[in-house]
Structure formats: structure tokens, C-alpha cells
């Protein structure tokens, strides 16, 4: 079975530019994740989908960040225009709705730095 | 507010040796507790979730967690570290019935042969 994919896997952008981040999950997995990981912390959730829909975002940055999930299958999240703050790693994870088995299944991320 | 603790930032055991990693958590109600482990330039992978029932869980790759109420912590242990297991771990709490992950800090496992 294939992984979750994820790209670019790194990214070197100046401050002030937009970037986007691309996201395959595993089939059939209907809820996906996109996480931030600022080096030296854990995950932090930005913004859930089922299917093409959004069931969480209240930690998503909406004046700068966007994502979205057309035909429920692949996703981008976007960040214009960036801050040195943003420098992180991106992970999407996907998993399958309605089990609460928590096991979601991650990418490889994409990291990001901005200069 | 959901969160979750784990004390120690890095930490160092010589191969062969056991292994234990802490973590504690902060909830209203009973937690959903996972580790996971995210291996260099990989995603996170899933070690072991607890629900309910029996506090000691298996997981895999011979790792083990202990659910203690009383102490609110989910510590994760392994008796014998291989050179593998180098990595950075986490744990995790998840409000039941979500499906939403609130991950620590990490843990980093450094190992000498």
C-alpha cells in the first residue's frame, strides 16, 4: 500500500514570497490532516478535511494560510506571504473517517525555510 | 486545555540497555493516549495507543506503555534498546471521539553502540 506523499520535501523561500505544499493521501483515506512542526515542538494541527469539506481550521493563520482538498482526494496548503516564522516542517497525515482509531498516517513532510 | 508534558528534551542509552520515556498529560476526562516515533527525514509512525482496559499496552517493535491514572502519565519503555531505535518520540493525547491529536514536545533517543 502506497504512503501518504508529500511535495515538495524542501523548500527555500525569501520572506514575503508564497509557497505551496502538495498532498497525496492513501487511498481511500477520507480525513486529512496538515500539521506545523516548528524545530524542537510537537505537531501542530492547522486545519482537518473530510472528504472536500473542512471539520477543523481554528488554528490555521487564515490571513496568510489556505488549504484546500477538491474532490476530497489530494490537498495544498498555502502560505502568502510568508514570515521568517513560518519556517517549519509541514506534515500531512490522512486516516479513515468515522473509526476514531487515531491512527493517522503521516508524510514524509515538507520543509520549509524562510530567509 | 488538553496538553501534554514530556520532561526530557534528549536523551542518551547505550544499545542493550532498557529504555524508559516519560510523559504527562493534562485532561478533564478520561485521554486516548498514543507514542509515536518519527524516524529522521520520515513521518510520524504510530507505536502503541491506549483507550481503556488493561493499562499496560504492546506495541510494536517491542515497545511497551503504561497508563497510570493517579500520576496522569503514559510512560513508554523497551528493556532492550537496539541501535534502530534512534529517533525522536512522541506523545500524544487525543479527546475521544475526534479523531484530533494534541502531540508533546518529543523526545529525542540518542544510542550508543
Redesign the interface.
Known amino acids: 500500500e502506497a504512503g501518504v506523499a508529500q511535495s515538495p520535501r524542501y523548500k527555500i523561500i525569501e520572506k514575503r514570497q508564497s509557497v505551496a505544499f502538495w498532498c497525496n493521501p492513501i487511498s481511500g483515506h477520507a480525513t486529512l490532516y496538515w500539521y506545523q512542526q516548528i524545530l524542537g515542538q510537537g505537531p501542530k494541527l492547522l486545519i482537518q478535511f473530510q472528504n472536500n469539506g473542512v471539520v477543523d481550521d481554528s488554528q490555521l493563520p487564515k490571513d496568510r494560510f489556505s488549504a484546500e482538498r477538491l474532490k476530497g482526494v489530494d490537498s495544498t496548503l498555502k502560505i502568502q506571504p510568508a514570515k521568517l516564522e513560518d519556517s517549519a516542517v509541514y506534515l500531512c497525515a490522512s486516516s479513515l473517517p468515522g473509526t476514531y482509531s487515531y491512527e493517522q498516517y503521516f508524510g514524509p513532510g515538507t520543509r520549509l525555510t524562510v530567509t | 486545555a488538553q496538553s501534554?508534558t514530556q520532561p526530557d528534551?534528549h536523551i542518551t542509552v547505550s544499545e542493550g540497555a532498557s529504555l524508559e520515556l516519560r510523559c504527562n498529560y493534562s485532561y478533564g476526562a478520561t485521554p486516548?493516549l498514543?507514542w509515536y516515533v518519527q524516524s529522521p527525514?520520515?513521518?510520524?509512525?504510530?507505536l502503541l495507543?491506549y483507550f481503556s482496559g488493561d493499562t499496560l499496552v504492546q506495541g510494536i517493535k517491542g515497545f511497551e506503555a503504561e497508563f497510570k491514572r493517579s500520576q496522569s502519565s503514559f510512560n513508554l519503555r523497551k528493556p532492550s534498546v537496539h541501535w534502530s531505535d534512534a529517533a525522536e518520540y512522541?506523545c500524544?493525547v487525543?479527546p475521544?471521539?475526534?479523531?484530533?491529536?494534541i502531540?508533546?514536545?518529543?523526545t529525542r533517543l540518542q544510542v550508543f553502540p
Open positions: 501534554v528534551i486516548y498514543f527525514g520520515q513521518g510520524l509512525q504510530l495507543k512522541f500524544a487525543g475521544p471521539d475526534t479523531d484530533k491529536l502531540f508533546g514536545t518529543g
